[in-house]
C-alpha cells in the first residue's frame, strides 16, 4: 500500500522561485534542499540545486511509527521534484542500507529514471531488490570504482568519490564542485583504523579533494552525542571469538542483513571453530549471494549449509545466521522463539547473538524477544553486555576529526535526530567554525550558500511521507490509517437495518454488532439504546423526506453521525460505526 501525506509548511515550493539571492558577481546561489534524515534517523534524501540543476544524494526509507497500524515503512514526498524531472542530472547512492536505498522502487518511476551513481555493491544489492518490482523499467546504474574513481560531470556539478568506513562495505562519501565552490558529504561515516573484512578510509584522498577549499561539509551526526572514538571491529571480532571459544551449544546470530562486514566476521569464527553455517532469512541470503558473488565474502567451499542439514551435524558444529535482532515479527528469529520454524528450535545450551545495536521504538519488542528466548533455555549476549556490536556512525572524536580533515567553511549536520544536529553544530563550533557559518535544518529547509554566506531561505518546501505496506501497492489514502487508528482506540459497532420501502418503516429491530468496542452480554441496556435509536432514526429521517430512502449513502453518513455521538455521550468512547441498510 502507498500513500503520500503531506505537511503544508509556511511557504510552498512555488515561494523558492521567487528567490533571487545571488552571489556578488550574478551567479545563483547553492540550494541544498534535505526531503528526508533530518530531525529523525533514516528516509535520507538531499537535493542539491544549481540553476534548474539538481542531483540527488539517497533515496532512503524508514520503519514506521507505532501509531501507523498495517504499514511498513514510509519514503520521502518528491512533490518538490515534480515538475523538475529534467532539472535532475543524476542520483548518487552512497551505500546500501534501506535508509539510503529503500525507496528507489518507490520514487525512481516518478522521477524519470534518472541515472544512478554508486559503487559495485550498492548496484548489485539496488538490482537484487528491483526483482521484486518486475513492472518496473531497467534501471539505468553507473558503477563508481572506488579504488580508482573518476570524476562525473553532470551539469555544473563535478562530482568525486572517497572511501569511507561504515559497517557495510563500499561506503563513499562525495566532493562536489559547485559554481559556488566544494560541497563533501560523508555519507554514514567512521573511522576505522584496523576493520575487519575492509580497509581503512581513505584519509589522504578525503584530504586531497579538501585542499582546493572546502566551502560546505555536510557530515553524518548519529554519533554526535557519543564521547570518543567509534569501536573498531577489531574489537568485535575478538569478543566474538570468545563466545565461539566457549559455547558449547549451537550459536545463533542475529543482525542486519546489510551488515556483511559481521556476516564475514561470524564465517570467520564458525571456520575457524570447525563449525557450519545455516543461514535463513530473504534480504541476508540475498546479500550474502550478491556479497560472495562480487567476492565481499570470503566463504570456504563447504561452509554453507542448508537449514536443514542442521540436524547432520552435533550442535557444537552449528552457526545459524538469521535476520530479526530488531524484534520484528516475521523475521526468522521470533519465528525461533515462537516455536514456528521448520528447522530451528531453541534448546538448552543455545548462544544467541544479538549483534545489533536497538532501532528507537523496538525497545519492548527485542526484550519481549530475549525473555522468551531466556525462558526456553538459551544464553543470550547482546550490546549492553559486552562490545559485540559496532555502531557505522562516528563519536564525536571522529566527527572533529572529519572537520579537521576537510577544514570547511561552513557546517551543516545532516542524519539524525535534532539532538544529534545541534550536538554536532556544538562539535563544530569547538572547532572554530563561527556559529553564523552553521546551519541546522530540518525536512523542507532550503538552505542557501554562496562564497560569502550561508543561510536558511524563508522558503520551504512541502515535506512529508509516502506509506507503504508490503501487502500490495494500491494507494492508501490517509483516511485509512485514521480508521485504523480509530478501530485499534475504540473499537467498531455494525448497525443493520432492513427498511420496508413500501411502509417505510424498520422491518423488526435492528442487528448490532460489536468489535472491540463493548463486550455486548454486559452491555445489554446500551446496545438495547443502539438498535431502538437507529430504528427511531431512520423512520423519522424517511418520513420528513423520503429523497433518503433512494439515498442510501446519505441516509448512511446521516446514522454514523448521530450513532457516534449518542455512543461518545454515553461511553466516553468514539467507535467507527457502520451503517448497514438493506431494503426490501
Known amino acids: 500500500m502507498i500513500k503520500k501525506v503531506e505537511i503544508k509548511e509556511k511557504e510552498e515550493t512555488a515561494s523558492i522561485k521567487q528567490s533571487a539571492k ?19 534517523v533514516g528516509k535520507n534524501m538531499t537535493l542539491l540545486e544549481y540553476d534548474k540543476n539538481i ?18 515503512f514510509i519514503v520521502p514526498s518528491i512533490d518538490y521534484l515534480k515538475d523538475k524531472k529534467d532539472w535532475i542530472k543524476g542520483v548518487f547512492i552512497t551505500h546500501a542500507h534501506y535508509d539510503h536505498i529503500g525507496a528507489i522502487p518507490y520514487l525512481i518511476d516518478k522521477l524519470g529514471y534518472p541515472p544512478i551513481y554508486t559503487t559495485l555493491l550498492s548496484k548489485g544489492i539496488i538490482l537484487k531488490r528491483q526483482e521484486d518490482f518486475p513492472s518496473m523499467k531497467k534501471l539505468h546504474i553507473e558503477t563508481i570504482n572506488k579504488d580508482n574513481p573518476q570524476t562525473i560531470t553532470l551539469g555544473p556539478f563535478q562530482i568525486d568519490a572517497f572511501h569511507v568506513n561504515h559497517n557495510i562495505p563500499d561506503a563513499i562519501g562525495l566532493a562536489i564542485k559547485t559554481p559556488v565552490g566544494l560541497v563533501i558529504h560523508t555519507c554514514d561515516f567512521k573511522f576505522d583504523f584496523q576493520p575487519v573484512g575492509d580497509k581503512p578510509a581513505d584519509l589522504a584522498r578525503i584530504v586531497q579533494l579538501a585542499s582546493q577549499g572546502t566551502l560546505l561539509l555536510l557530515s553524518d551526526s548519529t554519533g554526535a552525542d557519543s564521547p570518543g572514538h567509534s569501536l573498531s571491529e577489531e574489537v568485535i571480532m575478538e569478543n566474538l571469538d570468545e563466545i565461539f571459544e566457549k559455547a558449547q551449544g549451537r550459536i545463533i546470530v542475529s543482525t542486519f542483513a546489510s551488515l556483511i562486514g559481521r556476516i564475514q566476521q561470524i564465517i570467520w569464527l564458525s571456520e575457524k571453530y570447525n563449525r557450519k553455517v545455516a543461514i535463513d532469512g530473504y534480504s541476508m541470503k540475498s546479500n550474502i549471494a550478491i556479497s560472495r558473488q562480487l567476492n565481499y565474502l570470503q566463504v570456504q567451499k563447504n ?19 538469521c535476520t530479526g535482532a530488531q524484534g520484528e515479527d516475521r523475521a526468522i ?25 536497538i532501532v528507537p521504538g523496538n525497545e519492548r519488542s ?10 526456553q533455555g538459551a544464553k543470550v549476549f547482546h550490546y549492553k ?38 550536538a554536532h553544530a556544538e562539535i563544530a563550533q569547538s572547532l572554530d567554525i563561527p556559529k553564523e557559518n552553521i546551519v541546522i535544518a530540518s525536512n523542507g529547509s532550503v538552505v542557501e550558500v554562496n562564497e560569502n554566506k550561508i543561510e536558511l531561505s524563508s522558503a520551504h518546501v512541502s515535506t512529508g511521507f509516502t506509506m507503504i505496506s508490503n501487502n500490495n501497492r494500491t494507494e492508501l489514502n490517509e483516511v485509512v490509517i485514521k480508521d485504523r487508528q480509530m478501530m485499534a482506540e475504540n473499537g467498531i459497532m455494525i448497525v443493520i437495518s432492513v427498511i420496508d420501502t413500501k411502509t417505510f418503516k424498520v422491518v423488526n429491530v435492528p442487528d448490532v454488532i460489536s468489535r472491540g468496542f463493548i463486550y455486548m452480554k454486559e452491555s445489554k441496556e446500551l446496545v438495547k439504546e443502539v438498535k431502538n435509536k437507529t430504528k427511531f432514526l431512520i423512520e423519522r429521517k424517511i418520513a420528513k423526506d423520503k429523497s433518503f430512502l433512494s439515498d442510501s449513502t446519505n441516509l448512511k453518513n446521516y446514522l454514523k453521525d448521530q450513532i457516534g455521538e449518542f455512543l461518545s455521550k454515553e461511553t466516553s468512547g468514539r467507535p467507527i460505526v457502520i451503517p448497514v441498510v438493506i431494503k426490501i
Do not use: C, W
Not at 550574478?26 to 529523525?40: M, T, Y
Not at 515462537?338 to 528450535?345: L, P, Q, S, T, V
Not at 527485542?366 to 525462558?375: A, E, F, I, P
Open 366 to 375: 527485542v526484550q519481549n524477544l530475549k525473555d522468551s528466548l531466556y525462558r
Open 22 to 40: 545571488a552571489t556578488k558577481g550574478g551567479k545563483p546561489n547553492l540550494k541544498v534542499i534535505p526531503l528526508g534524515g533530518l530531525e529523525e
Open 385 to 422: 553486555m559486552m562490545d559485540i556490536h559496532a555502531s557505522g556512525h562516528a563519536y564525536e572524536e571522529d566527527l572533529k576529526l572529519m572537520i579537521n580533515l576537510v577544514k570547511p567553511k561552513f557546517f551543516l549536520p545532516i542524519h539524525g535526530q535534532y539532538f544529534m544536529l545541534k
Open 55 to 72: 542531483i540527488i544524494i539517497d533515496m532512503g526509507l524508514k520503519f514506521a511509527e507505532e501509531d501507523m497500524p498495517g504499514v511498513d
Open 333 to 357: 528469529l521470533m519465528r525461533i522463539a515462537n516455536k514456528e520454524h521448520r528447522y530451528f528450535k531453541i534448546k538448552e545450551g543455545d548462544s544467541v547473538v544479538f549483534s545489533s545495536s
Open 303 to 321: 561452509t554453507i549449509i542448508e537449514p536443514d542439514q542442521i540436524f547432520d551435524y552435533p550442535d557444537n558444529r552449528i552457526t545459524i545466521l
